[in-house]
């Protein structure tokens, strides 16, 4: 079940978006200014299930107490084993997000008002500006490396061969960045950067304190164990069940310790500090610099 970043904004002035101003159950969904509001308050991920969840916190979807008009979005928890016709909002190519199960209504920012804090509300699809959306897509494609919160710590592997398990490296005394540079691949696959792009962070089966490894990446066949997802708040979430996190086992912090799964808890222990390498983008700058 792939899922896409993104943020949806109001078609008629996209200095604003779909967002809220908490990250709670039943917190409203309103219009933001993109321009004051932080990122992990507007941006989404675009299930397969149809399902539009916060990607601050992908536990929390996109839902509605009914499918009439008036009725004002707000924040659900997300269940992937039951999703209600509520839930279910997908773009129907025009930039509009109609409801799945009843496309007659649409997403729509109430009486068209661009102001922070606006509620975004169900209607009917009455062909107004105020039910258009520009949806653009989030994702980051860099090479990335993971560490535990501020330390020199980060996670990868000793040899970059199938089957090897994932664990806590000191970055200092790794052999190369490559043993734990990730990239995050639109299928939601982390693919190591060594051993030719071809091996994927994985873990035997979705369930906490699972120890995680490397597999054979097949574009093709990429299962729900390998679907992973930094949700831009510290913690890196399975896509088909976001309360599944990257833990480092028992919080040990030295070399070698295993990396497995865990239920999210908040702790030191999952919390994961991105750092993007733009060497590549550098030298390709430098290059242009010197022909010229």
């Not at 009486?111 to 169900?122: L, S």
Request: glycine share 6%.
């Amino acid at each position: 079940m792939p899922a896409t970043p993104c943020t949806i904004y109001y078609s008629a002035d996209q200095r604003f978006a779909i967002g809220v101003n908490d990250r709670i159950v039943n917190a409203p969904v309103v219009l933001r200014d993109t321009t004051r509001a932080p990122e992990e308050y507007y941006q989404w991920i675009l299930r397969d299930d149809s399902t539009i969840a916060l990607r601050s916190d992908p536990t929390l979807v996109l839902d509605v107490a009914k499918l009439a008009d008036l009725q004002q979005f707000h924040l659900s928890l997300y269940n992937y084993q039951s999703v209600p016709p509520t839930q279910q909002w997908s773009d129907d190519g025009s930039g509009r997000y109609r409801n799945v199960g009843n496309p007659n209504f649409v997403i729509d920012n109430l009486k068209r008002v661009t102001k922070d804090g606006n509620p975004i509300i169900v209607h009917t699809d009455n062909g107004s500006i105020a039910q258009q959306w520009t949806t653009k897509d989030d994702m980051e494609l860099k090479p990335t490396r993971f560490y535990l919160g501020q330390s020199n710590f980060a996670f990868g592997v000793k040899r970059p061969i199938s089957g090897a398990q994932v664990v806590l490296l000191d970055t200092s005394k790794a052999p190369h960045k490559d043993y734990y540079e990730w990239i995050q691949k639109e299928d939601n696959t982390f693919v190591l950067t060594a051993g030719g792009g071809v091996l994927v962070l994985d873990t035997a089966k979705l369930a906490p304190q699972q120890n995680m490894f490397l597999s054979v990446y097949d574009p093709n066949n990429v299962t729900k164990t390998q679907q992973w997802m930094y949700d831009d708040n510290s913690y890196i979430r399975s896509v088909p069940q976001p309360s599944l996190v990257i833990d480092d086992k028992a919080s040990v912090v030295a070399d070698g310790n295993p990396i497995w799964t865990y239920g999210f808890n908040g702790s030191s222990a999952q919390q994961w500090r991105p750092v993007y390498d733009d060497s590549l983008e550098k030298s390709a700058e430098e290059g242009q610099t010197q022909a010229v």
